[in-house]
């Protein structure tokens, strides 16, 4: 690939956002470089006592329908398509009477911030592009001999080449340009797209699309030998990317995924009814607790497993305060995420110059509705995300025995930590806290039994003299299939079960809790987590 330098001798502006507008503007001009614009743009470029031509006088022809035709015209899209060095182009552009337009700078309607705002239906059509998007694909499509810029952040890499290659811009230079221009307006549409499926409440549209905007390239994926990087989408829910890292190193994609699920699964805990603690390790909670204040939840949480909470994330429901700070600097973390910090907090974390402590303002709503997705060979797989609540569901008692109040609010408490488990899911707990997790497995009957395997080595590093599993509850994220799975909850110490129900054999797991004496009671909702 050679230079092939192009001189650039027209621009057109047009951008909504007009952060560093005018000094890009007087830099295109003192390269000799014509402006041409639209509306509000010319009307800035203007004020700031630049000569510009208004897109109107190159046309031909007035803005018109409130702004909506202004740049959808010949002059227009054939000084950008049109090919320099072909001959037969560059006679139409004579007899036509088109000058070339050598950069194209249009950063597009505000539409993702415009829905953000919770704006109407009809404001938001309006801040749907047209004009933009056609000049940027054209541009992006003759990027041979057009350069294209898209947002703000690449002026400095045009006015560089310019002034660097005598007024011109470099082949490379140009083609980077229009793969970003095409992700741009890619992503935009996706944005409209999705929003359009929302407001029709269409759950399987015949094309899915989604965009988003790089917040960091990753040293690695989840292997070394994998490349990752870490994209926004318009979805502006609280969490690992909207925070503000405050201290530490940068985030790992390991990081980002575990921290994530950390911080989705604090979000069942309403930070107005308790403090709550969640230790994850590998995407899954090995440590969840409430208590009486932060530093109160997180020992409970830390005491169910803290082999593996060595090395893992921290949630909390509310601001890290001083005392807690101090217990989590004991062990070593790698994240940290939380609402706020004291300013005393986080300089105690200042201490552990790569422990990263993250504040992401509010708590995700679990009630929220929204989309995940992972990819499969060929295809996405897309689903609505899993935004039922404990607190939404009515716990209907299918045993002899009902669960003490004690029982029930354990049962609450470990269904609302199932649904954040990967399954096959077992979850022990007792006084609000969990005593023992069995994550993942292909039997139920071997996640109860490694769940109950860790509660007896908390007990021994603890020692107790029996694990906190004697006189806990048990919840399964989905129905026992036989009653051995249960049984062997029960053979761990369990008195009350929840779990969903629904299964062929579900008289002979209630009968056989029957015969034990155990409380069990059904959701009729289901937690898988793969």
């Given at each position: 690939m050679t230079d092939h330098p192009r001189r650039v001798t027209r621009a057109l502006l047009s951008v909504s956002d007009k952060t560093g507008l005018i000094e890009f503007a007087k830099a295109l001009a003192a390269h000799d470089v014509e402006l041409v614009s639209t509306g509000g743009t010319a009307k800035a470029i203007a004020a700031a006592g630049l000569?510009?031509?208004?897109v109107s006088d190159l046309t031909g022809f007035p803005e018109m329908m409130d702004g909506r035709v202004k740049t959808l015209h010949p002059k227009v899209h054939g000084g950008l398509l049109a090919i320099r060095d072909n001959k037969e182009h560059a006679e139409a552009m004579k007899a036509?009477?088109?000058?070339?337009?050598d950069l194209l700078v249009v950063n597009l309607y505000p539409f993702e911030a415009t829905v953000d705002k919770g704006?109407?239906?009809?404001?938001?059509?309006?801040?749907?592009?047209i004009g933009g998007p056609a000049m940027i694909r054209a541009a992006a499509k003759n990027?041979?001999?057009?350069?294209?810029?898209v947002e703000a952040e690449d002026y400095k890499a045009v006015l560089d080449e310019l002034a660097a290659n005598k007024g011109a811009t470099t082949l490379k230079l140009r083609r980077r340009l229009a793969a970003k221009a095409y992700a741009r307006t890619a992503a935009y549409d996706a944005a409209i797209s999705n929003w359009f499926n929302r407001q029709l409440e269409i759950d399987a549209p015949d094309f899915r699309a989604f965009g988003g905007r790089l917040i960091q390239s990753l040293r690695y994926g989840e292997n070394p030998h994998q490349t990752a990087a870490f994209y926004a989408?318009?979805?502006?829910?609280?969490?690992?990317?909207?925070?503000?890292?405050?201290?530490?190193?940068e985030l790992s994609y390991n990081n980002i995924n575990d921290t994530d699920a950390a911080y989705e699964c604090i979000g069942e805990f309403d930070a107005k009814r308790t403090a709550a603690c969640v230790i994850v390790k590998h995407a899954n909670p090995c440590g969840v607790a409430e208590g009486a204040n932060l530093v109160d939840a997180y020992r409970k949480a830390l005491a169910c497993d803290s082999t593996s909470a060595f090395g893992g994330i921290i949630a909390m429901n509310r601001a890290l305060d001083a005392d807690t700070a101090r217990e989590i600097t004991k062990i070593f973390t790698e994240v940290i995420i939380a609402p706020d910090a004291s300013e005393e907090a986080i300089a105690i974390i200042g201490g552990r110059k790569n422990l990263r402590l993250l504040l992401a303002g509010s708590l995700p709503d679990p009630r929220a509705p929204g989309l995940t997705a992972k990819t499969v060979a060929g295809g996405l797989l897309v689903q609505s995300r899993d935004n039922a609540v404990?607190?939404?569901?009515?716990?209907?008692?299918?045993?002899?025995?009902?669960?003490?109040?004690a029982e029930m609010r354990d049962l609450k408490f470990a269904f609302r930590v199932a649904k954040h488990v990967k399954s096959n899911t077992i979850i022990y707990a007792k006084d609000l806290a969990t005593v023992g997790i069995g994550a993942g497995q292909m039997s139920r009957v071997d996640?109860?039994?490694?769940?109950?395997r860790k509660a007896q080595d908390a007990a021994n590093e603890l020692k107790l003299a029996e694990p906190l599993t004697k006189g806990s509850v048990v919840a399964s994220d989905a129905f026992f299939p036989f009653a051995d799975g249960m049984l062997a909850c029960i053979?761990?110490?369990a008195t009350a079960v929840v779990q969903p129900g629904g299964s062929m054999r579900d008289d002979e797991v209630i009968k056989a809790a029957d015969e034990h004496g155990i409380a069990m009671v059904f959701t009729g909702t289901r937690h898988f987590r793969h």
């Open positions: 000569k510009v031509k208004d036509h009477g088109i000058a070339p337009i704006a109407g239906f009809e404001d938001c059509i309006e801040n749907i592009d990027h041979d001999d057009v350069a294209v810029v989408t318009p979805d502006k829910r609280p969490g690992v990317s909207t925070a503000r890292q405050l201290q530490g190193k404990v607190d939404d569901m009515t716990f209907k008692v299918v045993t002899k025995r009902a669960p003490t109040d996640s109860a039994r490694i769940a109950a053979e761990a110490g």
